[in-house]
């Protein structure tokens, strides 16, 4: 079955308003009072453990018991930390451990 193009723009843009809602409803909740101690404890402890588990993730799967030990990702990780410690921006960070990844994995180590 294929959608008509009003059909299309229909479901974008009920699918806009419904994000667009969600994104704004925390805002509109606490505008006006402080937000609980779990909320609190949420914003602060969250971030750090999703990218922890994130980390543990991607280097699961790496033999560094054989070559080439899983020196591109070690390479990149290091290169991601002491991005991220010097500049203190997330995306540089990101993406420049990204792109030595990419880089590093395509060489002959």
């Not at 959608?3 to 723009?9: D, G, K, P, Q, R």
């Not at 602060?44 to 020196?71: E, H, Q, R, T, W």
């Amino acid at each position: 079955m294929q959608l008509s193009l009003t059909a299309a723009l229909i479901g974008t843009l009920i699918s806009a308003a419904i994000l667009y809602a969600l994104r704004a409803f925390p805002f509109v909740l606490f505008s006006k009072k402080e937000p609980p101690k779990v909320i609190r404890f949420i914003e602060k402890y969250i971030p750090p453990m999703v990218m922890a588990v994130l980390v543990v993730y991607c280097l699961k799967d790496i033999n560094f018991s054989a070559k080439p030990f899983g020196l591109a990702e070690i390479i990149a990780l290091t290169f991601t930390v002491i991005i991220h410690l010097w500049k203190k921006n997330s995306m540089v960070s990101i993406f420049g451990g990204t792109i030595i990844f990419m880089v590093l994995s395509r060489l002959p180590l």
